[in-house]
């Protein structure tokens, strides 16, 4: 089966610009997550999706960042305006329930904020 | 506060040796722990998942171990090979919604 895709893979801005990252879960995953990973640190989770609902968003600094998954399959993840602290990985994962409890993750989009 | 501790210094050893690897944990009472590989450029991948009634898991060359009472979890590669050099990432979650809480990480360097 193919795996979780992300795009783009690299993208560099300056700040206060706007950026926008996809993923594409694995087929039938109904959960969705999105991860920043600052570099020499693990995954912190920003949001979780169940289908195209919002399970936790606590982590999530919505004052600049927004994420959405219409129709419970992609999504997008978007950043306006960027600070230099944003530069990091963005990693996307799913999971189902029917496969356990581990989560599959996407190669990532690396943002470099200038 | 939430913390978990893994050993942010590089483990460096020598082939065909074990690795052991540790992950500490406090004010958190997780449900089940997990250990994830991650190499540079790509996302972490699953490896082991061991729950709180659980004391051993095995899977091949690995091990992994879960401590409540200590709140630690150590994670073993035998007979260690250079392909296994990676980072190696412990997660903890909670029964409700699968959310994860990672470690910071730690590498494993493993020379021939």
């Known amino acids: 089966e193919a795996g979780v895709a992300q795009s783009p893979r690299y993208k560099i801005i300056e700040k206060r610009q706007s950026v926008a990252f996809w993923c594409n879960p694995i087929?039938?995953?109904?959960?969705l997550y999105w991860y920043q990973q600052i570099l020499g640190q693990g995954p912190k989770l920003l949001i979780q999706f169940q289908n195209n609902g919002v399970v936790d968003d606590s982590q999530l600094p919505k004052d600049r960042f927004s994420a959405e998954r219409l129709k419970g399959v992609d999504s997008t993840l978007k950043i306006q305006p960027a600070k230099l602290e944003d530069s990091a990985v963005y990693l996307c994962a799913s999971s189902s329930p029917r496969q356990g409890l581990e989560q599959y993750f996407g190669p990532g989009t690396r943002l470099t904020v200038t | 506060s939430q913390k978990i501790e893994q050993n942010s210094e590089a483990l460096n050893i020598q082939e065909g040796k074990t690795a052991t690897l540790t992950c500490n944990y406090t004010?958190?009472?997780?449900?089940?722990l997990q250990w994830y590989r991650q190499d540079p450029g790509r996302g972490p991948v699953f490896l082991l998942l061991i729950r709180e009634n659980e004391k051993e898991k095995r899977k091949e060359r690995l091990k992994v171990t879960f401590d409540t009472t200590l709140k630690q979890s150590l994670f073993h590669i035998t007979a260690s090979q250079p392909a296994d050099s990676a980072t190696y990432l412990c997660?903890?979650?909670?029964?409700?919604?699968?959310?994860?809480?990672f470690g910071g990480g730690t590498r494993l360097m493993v020379k021939p």
């Open positions: 997660a903890l979650g909670r029964n409700a919604g699968n959310m994860l809480t």
């Open positions: 087929s039938g995953h109904a959960t």
């Open positions: 004010n958190y009472s997780p449900a089940y």
